[in-house]
Every structure is written in C-alpha cells, then in structure tokens.
C-alpha cells in the first residue's frame, strides 16, 4: 500500500514518528497528541458539556517544562507543509519556537524567532542540543541566563504541573529576571493559580541562586496564610511569616503583609533591614496599592528599591493616582478571564438581572413624608444609587431575599452564595431577610446565613469555613467589601450583586470569586443575580482587556471623565488605606439607631417601612462562543447556531448519512455551543432522538421519538435478515438506541454491558457478524435503517 493510501495515524506510525525518534529525540522528550486546553464548558439552562480540547501532534521539548518545537501531521494526500498554519497558531498560543509540518515525505521548518523558513528530508530533523543551540543564539542568551532558565520547575511525584499559559507565564518570567528586567507585571484572570506562579518563579530563581533573599507582600492575613500552607509549603524551614514587626534575617523568603512592614503608627519595620537586603520582592494583588505613589506599599517598594520587582494581578489598576503600567511596565504575559473560559479552565457563567419597579422608574416620596424614626425624608426624586446608601426601603432588602431564595431553591439550597452589599449595616439587614426566608434551614444550622465583613469576628472566623469545599457551613455568605477580593472560594455557585459598582477593578474581582472549576465537587458553572445593573460592566471593553494608561493633562488640555471609575473611597478596594474597603459604622446607621450625619436632624440614612417593591422584570443570559454575553431564548440561540452550520435540510441530512459515526456532528454542534440535552429539557421533550430534535427546531420537520423510530425498524421486518446471535445483538442495540440514543450503540464498549453479556463475550459476538469490519457495517446499516424515514 502506497503512503497516499494511508491515514495520517499511519504516517505518523511509520514515518514523522521514528524521523523525530532518529534526531535523538528521546520519549521524555516527546509529547504524543498533547492536549493543552479542556476544553470549554457549555452551559445552557442547568446543563454544561466540554467541547473538544486542542492538541498538537507533537511537542517536543529539550527539557521538562522547556518545550522547543511543535510538530503538525497531515495525510499524504496532502502536501508536506499542509499543517505548518495550525503549528504556528499552536506554538503562538505555547510560546515555542520552532514548529514542523510534515506529510511523511519530509519537513517544512519555521523557525518563529527570525521567520526563516526551510524544507527538509526525514533524515535531516534537528537533534535536541542542536535545536536548543540554535535558540541561544537566536535569544542570544548567554551563560549566567542559561543557567537560570535551565534550573528545573519544583515537581515531587503527585504533585501538580504547570498548564500550559502557567509555564509560559513562569518561563517569560524567569527569562527576563535572567536578562535583568528590574520590574515585570504579570496579569492573569482570578482563579488561575497565580500563587503557583509566584511559587515556581521564586523556586527556580532561588534554587538558580541569583536571588537568594525574597519577599513575598501581600495585604490579607488570609493570602499569606493559604499561601503559607498551600504552594509555598515545600519552602518549610526556609520561610518564615513577619509577625508583630519582627524581622528575622536568618531565613531566606519572607511573607508579610505591608500593614506588618508599613504600619499607620509611625513605626517603619523594614527599615530593620538594609536597603539591599532583598533580591527579589513579589506583589500579590500589586493592584491595591503597590503603583500608588503616595501608597504604604511604596514606601517598601522604594526602600527595597535595588530588588527586582513582580507583580501579580488580575486588574491592573491605571488612574492619575496610581498605574500598574507605569510602574511596571507593560505585562510580560497576559491570560484574561474569556480565555480561561475558552480553555475551559474557568467556570462560565451565566448572568440573572432583575429589574425592580423603585430601581427602573424612581422612588420619591410625597411632600412631609417622614422615615420609621421620625425624620423628614429630603424631597427629591432616589433611585438604585441611593438605596441603602442614602435611603432604605425595608420591603426592597426583603425582595431581593425572597429572589435570592427562590433561585437556590429552584436549584440547590446548598450552593455557596456570596451576597454583596452597599456596607456593614445593609450587610446586616441582608441577613436577617434572608433568615426570615430561609427560617428552616437556620432553624437547623445558625450558620446557614452568616454576615462576614471586617468589623465582626465571628462571621471572619467562618471564612475558612466558607472556602473549604468540605465544609457544609455556612452556605450564604452575606458582605461587603471584606470578600471582594484574595478569597480562594472554590464553591462559589451563586454571586449576589446588591452593591453599585463603578470601578472596574472591583467588578472584575467580584467575579473572580466565581470562577473557579471543582468538577469532582459539582461545580462547573456559576450565576450571577444582578439587582444594580453592575452587569452593564461585562459590555465595556475593558473587562476583559487591559486598561488604558491615563495620562495627567495641563489646564488647557480637555478633560473627559472615565467611563468607569471609584465613585466613593470607600467603594475602592483599591485604596490602600481602606483594605477591607468597609464603612466604619456607629450604631445601626440612622435614625434612632444612631445617624452618623452632620446634623442631628438629618440622618445619614432614611428608614422606610410602608412602601411596597415588586419586580418588573427578569432576564438570563449566558456567554456565548465569543465571549459576549446573550439574551437569545435557548431555541432560538440553537436554531441560528444549527443553520450557521447546515443552511439547508438536504444538507444536514446528506452529512448525517454519510457521516461514519453521527456523534461526531452531535459534537461538532456543542463545540459551537449547541447543548441538545438543554433544549430537551426546556421542550419537555427528553425522549427525542437527537436526529429529530435538529430537524424540528432547524427546519420545523415533526419528530419521533426514539422509541418510535426503533418500533418502526421493527415494523419493516429489517431483524429476520439476521439470525440466530446476530439476530439477538441487533435487536438488543436497537433497544438500547430506544433508551440511550445513537451514542452508545456507536461504542463498541457497548458490547461490554449486561444486556450484550447475556448473548456472549464480545469476542463471540463480533465473530457472528464474520468479524469487527463486518459487526461495524452491521451497525452502520442499522444506523441507516433508523433514520430511513
């Protein structure tokens, strides 16, 4: 059999596979079908599904986690450089170097760096060490920066290996300290792992030795201590945390918050330690202070000004006050949170927005009106800006409750809920509603419902208790500002928006709190109920791109305001002197509770009790194949994507039959975001095959069910051409088909079930057919015979 009859399986069997092996290519080295993304979650009504994961033919890498080259496989048929396209877009995504494409007759070589483009035979692919002394010359490394980037990730058997935007990340990284970049910026989507990141930048240049003391700084007693605990545990003995302004010399990585370095008491602990004390300073959430001038955060920065300098953030923050960009440059690397999505390692979402009468059409009370405790309400018109700020209406706080509770029990009652608040006290009005609607469960567990914000330490006590995947209680966590960020809370199912948000920093880290994947523990996805129209901020491009630098202008030059931006310091998780970002309350915050205002007579909230709220209008939208987010109904969102794919029902069905396996266009569609099973479920119609269901919502032909299909075969008499086991094998794959569908028959597995069990072993079975060619054509028949009409 000549090479143009052979599949690319084959040609890669025979020919590219032992051309690599030949080059001295060892199997540590080579990386067969390498899978690099999830592949990406669909989600529809309650129902997600994974779309197909991306992989190259071959990764070839000069050491563990230092890949050098791609190599793409094509069939003879097609020409030697046919796949060089896909490599390329490949090895963009991997950050590699050279890629290959190859039909089995040779190579064609392009080498990324320079551009340089070559052909050649089978005989002449670069060995290992030729490869990697080509990329030094290309990157033009020297011996100190190859000593460095050869010094090997941390890895111990079981545990976790980098995915591939984390080893880019890290290796860029590690590159540029190597050449002796003094600052470098590091922005990754929230739920990314950037702690591990930190870890293996730090280990690699540690163990390299060039930079052999290390500060780790963050702003939350939490991140140090999960950090401490979690991806910095291999460096026990070695790292110490800074407590009570301490400073011990003696280890070789610090973590400290920057309160512990820089506190407001006028005492400065780092300057215990000489300017120069520090190789290496890491900022986690560089975001919430570090680029600030005028910040505490600087203040070490600049001290410690001789080390080199990473970032790390998912919201780089850039303002006349403070710019992540101006300070550290432009991002050595960047991964957002729609790709994250689309690799299908972060939870997609979908997005509930509930409209309130008071909040779309205005509340303004008539002339006189007084509050619950006998003060004058200011006669103006307020709307969703001013509610729990400046005004609060009871019957609101007790609507969105009543919402909040209505979707966890249309779903599940036990999904982790966080519940943002406009501060402390609407936080603690919010609890008790949600109490009153949940009275049963608090009734078994107090901590069912708990308010957690910085001023109360029993519901910060639970935090841990919250982000433990383990851990039942507490399910509602009800907050303000204290959660908003730096809150590894994996179960997060349910994001509550009851805030007015204008910072673009703050929404996306609110939700990042939601985005993390726990398959093992049922969370694929997350939802978002929207009371204040935050979600208008998904639409704004800046929401999932970098920000714009803001320049600081003269007088004479024009000033626009920023789409988006802090409405109020205390609405800045940004602020550096506000970490928690929370209003510091006396009281219950107004009227006989104790207003805070100016004036006695007027109070910092008005209280009102008998004006009634009820909701106007409720939408879901999900997140599309782009990214975006869509209110298409799920019928019509399916028939637009099935006829992108098929315009024509002679079309479909001209690939449906002559497709060798059906499935296969079943998953073709739910790459594109097409989940049959959701739309079943929301016609109420579960037994249709999958075959008809397409045909319906596409090209409005009546279907049948399964079952009736299978009666129909039945009824044409297609068994008696078989006899004796075949005769059984069929009619049990046609029952099968009835329950299951055109999925599981096409399995050969399927041979391996009971039912199949009961005629004979698999062995036995596809011998009755004359052998597995001839048992798979049966099945194909039988496929055919199904759909016939």
Known sequence: MGKSHLSEEDIKLRYITPAIQNAGWNNKQIRMEYAFTAGRIILRGNITARGRKKSADYLLSYKNNFPLAIVEAKDNKKPVGAGLQQAIDYARILDIPYV????????????????????????????PESLYQRYRIDKGIDEIEEKVILEPYYY???YKTPRYYQRVAINKTVDAVAKGKDRALLVCATGTGKTYMSFQIIYRLWKAGIKKKILFLAD????????????FKPFSGKMTKVQNKNLDSSYEIYLALYQQLAGDDGEEAFLQFQPNFFDLIVIDECHRGSAKEESAWRKILDYFSSATHVGLTATPIETKEASSFTYFG???YEYSLKQGIEDGFLAPYKVIRIGLDKDLEGY??????????????????????????????????????SKITEFLKNTDRFSKTIVFCVDIEHAERMRQALINENKDLYAENDRYIMRITGDNEIGKAQLENFIDEESTYPVIAVTSKLMTTGVDAKMCKLIVLENNINSMTEFKQIIGRGTRLLEDYGKTYFSIMDFRNASRLFADPAFDGKPEVVIDLDEKDPVEDPPVGPDDPTDNPDNPDNPDGEIPEDGDGGGDGGGDGEWDDKPRKYYVGDVLVKVLSERVQYVDKDGKLITESLIDYTKKNILEQYSRLDEFLRTWTEAEKKQAIIDELQDDGVLLEAVKQELGKTDLDDFDLICHIAYDKAPLTKKERAENVKKRHYLYKYSDIAKQVIEALLDKYADDGIKEIEDTKVLQLKEFQKIGSPMKIVKAFGGKEAYQKAVQELENEIYYA
């Not at 494409?101 to 692919?125: C, K, P, R, W, Y």
């Not at 004058?376 to 609507?399: F, G, H, Q």
Request: cysteine-free; overall charge negative.
């Open 100 to 127: 290959y494409a190859s039909n089995g007759d040779g190579f064609v070589e392009q080498n990324l760096i320079t551009g340089e483009v070559n052909e050649l035979s089978l005989e002449d692919f670069p060995s």
């Open 156 to 158: 111990i058997p079981n």
């Open 220 to 231: 939350r007693n939490v991140l140090i201590d999960q950090t401490m605990t979690g991806d």
């Open 330 to 332: 432009e991002p050595i």
């Open 364 to 401: 303004r009370p008539e002339a006189g009106k007084v509050d619950k405790y006998g003060y004058e309400i200011e006669d103006r018109e307020y709307n969703a800006k001013d509610y729990d700020r400046n005004l609060v209406i009871d019957d609101r706080t007790r609507v969105v409750a």
